[in-house]
């Protein structure tokens, strides 16, 4: 019932799941909740393949040290919140090259108009003073890395549903063009903490991108985080009720206290007369979220030589599966074996 490693073969009966995360600024409780935690969830009865988009990272100009820095913290903290390479595939995306093979064959697939209304492009590039071809070009990229795994399912949160969305596209039109080649994936938003907003600006959603006094990083000092919640804004009606539109500064709070501790945010709101006692409690719950995940990262910090050695390893298996994806889609489109 485990999934394949070095001496397994590929567990055929168990659905594929791939998701990324980029190595770019400090991950925040908005990717830990929406995104790493339900990654957790597959790690025992899927084939569960997660990756470090260090690629993606550079669509936006970055400093090679602090790139290069960032890749290895982001996989240390990844294995501390308990994505165990035992029991899951876990790779840096650049290790892999059949993910920049297989992004050119996706930009020919997908249209100049597609590409033109994803809204992650608008934003990024309305905030940027350089626009890449490659920011433009991201999606062809994440599609690449969805479909060489034949993945059946994609956990990520709320902001990366165009994502997947164009990935399906993608993939029908190059099957009916060239011939049965992908698995056309779905994407599982999961209903909780989906979309963390920014404790002070509860109508953004937590950004690493735009970090405010509202971004609650995992790394964070404790107090700090604690200090956060206590200044987090709610409104000014005193009434805790879960209503994301009319309350979204009090349905975070709402959301993020039930991703922490696995309740309803609609039960936990039942449960509170004032705003202050919701902001202790969901203060203590991250902190107990947060301190064991500090505390293993700090062990794992100390030996970078063991998580190159894992991250190696994973490479080796992913790419078992990446080059007999790539192999088929390049022999399906016409390119002539080397
Ligand atoms: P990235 O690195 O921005 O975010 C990683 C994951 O965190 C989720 N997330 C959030 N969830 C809830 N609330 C928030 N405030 C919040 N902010 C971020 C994201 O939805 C994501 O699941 N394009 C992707 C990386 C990527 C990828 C892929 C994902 C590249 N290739 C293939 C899935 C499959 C991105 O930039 O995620």
């Avoid at 569960?48 to 290895?72: F, G, I, N, S």
């Avoid at 390479?85 to 108009?113: D, I, N």
């Amino acid at each position: 019932m485990r999934r394949w490693g070095p001496t397994r073969l590929p567990c055929r009966a168990m659905a594929r799941v791939f998701s990324g995360i980029q190595p770019s600024g400090d991950l925040h409780l908005g990717n830990l909740l929406g995104a790493l935690v339900p990654w957790l969830d597959y790690l025992e009865e899927h084939d569960a393949v997660y990756c470090v988009v260090d690629l993606h990272a550079l669509t936006l100009p970055k400093d090679p040290a602090e790139l290069q820095a960032r890749t290895l913290e982001l996989a240390q903290l990844l294995i501390a919140i308990g994505i165990d390479p035992e029991r899951c595939t876990l790779f840096v995306q650049s290790h892999v090259p059949q993910h920049s093979q297989l992004a050119w064959l996706m930009e020919c697939t997908v249209s100049f108009g597609e590409l033109s209304r994803m809204t992650a492009f608008k934003d990024k590039s309305d905030r940027s003073e350089f626009i890449s071809g490659g920011l433009f070009t991201y999606p062809a990229l994440q599609a690449a890395d969805i479909l060489l795994y034949n993945t059946a399912m994609v956990p990520v949160g709320d902001d990366q549903r165009q994502h997947i969305e164009i990935t399906r596209d993608i993939a029908e039109r190059f099957n009916s063009r060239y011939g049965e080649t992908f698995v056309v994936p779905e994407h599982v938003i999961g209903p909780v903490a989906a979309r963390v907003m920014d404790l002070k600006r509860p109508e953004r959603k937590m950004s690493k991108s735009e970090e405010s006094a509202g971004t609650v990083l995992v790394l964070d000092d404790l107090a700090v985080t604690a200090k956060k919640f206590k200044r987090a804004v709610t409104d000014s009606d005193n009434e805790v009720r879960y209503d994301r539109e009319n309350k979204p500064g009090v349905a975070n709070l709402l959301d993020i206290l039930g991703a922490a501790t696995g309740e309803a945010p609609e039960a936990l709101a039942a449960k509170y007369e004032q705003y202050g006692a919701l902001k202790v409690d969901t203060a203590d719950a991250v902190v107990a979220l947060l301190e064991p995940i500090q505390a293993r990262y700090n062990e794992l910090a100390q030996d970078p030589g063991e998580t190159t050695r894992l991250l190696r390893l994973g490479a080796q298996k992913a790419q078992e599966v990446a080059a007999a994806t790539y192999e088929r889609a390049r022999k399906n489109v016409g390119l002539v074996a080397p």
